[in-house]
């Protein structure tokens, strides 16, 4: 072999020119950026983990060899550990530092061969490169010339894993054993191997850089001991829930749409509840996953003011990062409606505070911009509010009722005008189920809002119906449980 040949004929200076004429030539190792990242998951007797997988790289740029030669073995470490250095002259000599590299046997990546331990270092770093985000892990290697990258350097490797016994692979009683980096190449421990990777278990989807350096611990001699780290832009693919505000009307329930950040390719987003509102109820549970990206809020009789709930999203079927972001919804609910009876005579004027009022033909909904206001009303025209049409029935919504049968909450209405449908059961402070659709006019209405249900739950439960058009609230009723 190359190097133990050499090494072993002695760890002295070799003969070469008089030493003024003669200058090191030291190998000078230096970071590059990782290559080829994916995100897996890993599972082992410690469990399963999502992990970032790459390529890592250990770049000799300098003018002479990384040289080591290990030897006086002694419970699986090779106790004494030289780096061979050579001189424009061809003349090598043996050095020593402190702390001196280590040279371990290692099963770990499944190659059971001896590696120069804390090699390499890998980490997480935010897209600013200001902060660590996933800790280090520190990589062995059993260096060998993979890839010629400078113009430099030998045409041929010299330090191949056929001259070097692979580092003595399988033989944890070797007495000793060398392992290099020629100038102007590289070794290369692939993604697919073990430890070439970092941990994102817990890390949250989005932009990042991966850090790597080479010799992190200072125990190789260099042209150059302050070579910088290598970061590659990177990303942990997933969904991260986004806050928002939203005004809701007062007593009826509301359809809400979690807006989330998408980042790679990814599947859709599911989502989890993480703390109900306390003055209303949502149609989904507190804790439980679920798929689709509404939700139905109903505020609690009476209720009037501000609300919140929080809520998170992962990808469908991707059980990391194990605790995801949490955002809030902040919900500011309606004041009651002030019903105001206006007449058919369009010059006519009503001061209306919440935008409900009563006109000849039913409950209508003001709007427009107010053409004045006085004190705490606005003062709208009767042109500027909107009248349900006329139904069979006296009300938009004909006939809502809500029954259990069998164990099955059923819900039935009519609408006489076009428009969504919105059903919905609230007991025991919880949504027991809620329906959305659009229904033509004239057309009976029947959904399933839950199964399983006992007359129990049903005990003090309130059920709301509400038809809208648009931006426009047609009708409401409170249902009467059967």
């Known amino acids: 072999m190359l190097a133990a040949g050499m090494l072993a004929a002695g760890l002295g200076p070799t003969a070469g020119a008089d030493p003024a004429d003669r200058t090191d030539e030291l190998p000078d190792l230096v970071a590059d950026p990782v290559g080829r990242a994916i995100t897996t998951t890993y599972t082992d007797s410690s469990g399963t983990r999502a992990l970032l997988r790459f390529d890592g790289y250990v770049h000799n740029q300098g003018s002479g060899p990384l040289e080591l030669y290990g030897t006086a073995r002694s419970s699986g470490e090779m106790t004494e550990v030289y780096q061979r250095l050579y001189d424009s002259d061809g003349g090598s000599e043996a050095r020593t530092t402190s702390p001196a590299p280590r040279i371990l046997f290692e099963n770990a990546d499944g190659h059971g061969h001896w590696h120069l331990h804390d090699a390499a270092a890998y980490s997480l770093w935010n897209e600013n490169r200001t902060k660590e985000v996933a800790p280090a892990q520190k990589v062995g290697f059993c260096l060998v010339d993979s890839e010629h990258v400078d113009p430099w350097g030998p045409d041929e490797a010299a330090y191949t894993v056929d001259g070097l016994n692979f580092c003595e692979q399988h033989n944890p009683e070797a007495d000793e054993l060398d392992m290099g980096v020629s100038p102007g190449w590289r070794d290369i421990y692939h993604r697919d191997l073990a430890f070439q990777w970092v941990d994102i278990s817990d890390v949250t989807p989005g932009r990042y850089a991966l850090r790597s350096e080479v010799d992190p611990e200072g125990v190789v001699i260099e042209e150059d001991e302050t070579n910088p780290p290598a970061f590659a832009d990177t990303v942990v693919p997933g969904y991260v829930a986004q806050p928002f505000a939203v005004e809701v009307p007062w007593s009826q329930p509301t359809r809400l749409e979690l807006p989330v950040e998408s980042f790679g390719d990814v599947d859709e987003p ?10 209303g109820v949502l149609d989904k549970s507190e804790g439980e996953w679920f798929t689709g990206s509404s939700v139905t809020y109903i505020p609690q009789p009476g ?24 955002a809030t919804a902040s919900l500011d609910v309606g004041e009651a409606p002030l019903p105001v009876t206006l007449g058919g005579d369009a010059e006519q004027r009503a001061d209306v505070t919440s935008g409900a009022v009563q006109t000849p033909r039913g409950p209508g909904e003001a709007h427009g911009v ?10 709208r025209r009767a042109p500027d509010v909107s009248e349900p049409l006329p139904d069979p029935g ?41 329906c959305q659709a659009e229904v033509p006019a004239g057309r009976p209405y029947t959904c399933l809002l839950a199964s399983g249900v006992t007359g129990d739950e049903l005990r003090d439960a309130r059920a709301v119906a509400t038809l809208r058009s648009g931006d426009h609230l047609l009708d409401t009723h409170d249902i009467p449980m059967r």
């Open 394 to 434: 006296g009300s938009p919504l004909a006939r809502p009722q809500v029954e259990l049968r069998h164990g099955e909450l059923l819900a039935r209405t009519v609408p006489w005008h076009s428009g969504t449908v919105d059903l919905a059961v609230i007991g025991d402070g919880r949504s027991l189920g809620s």
């Open 303 to 326: 209720h009037s003011g501000p609300d919140s709930f929080r809520f998170s999203a992962r990808e469908r079927g991707n059980e990391f990062p194990r605790s995801p972001r949490e």
């Open 270 to 279: 599911r989502f989890r509840i993480e703390e109900a509102p306390e003055n």
């Open 370 to 379: 107010p053409t004045g206001s006085d004190g705490d009303s606005e003062r």
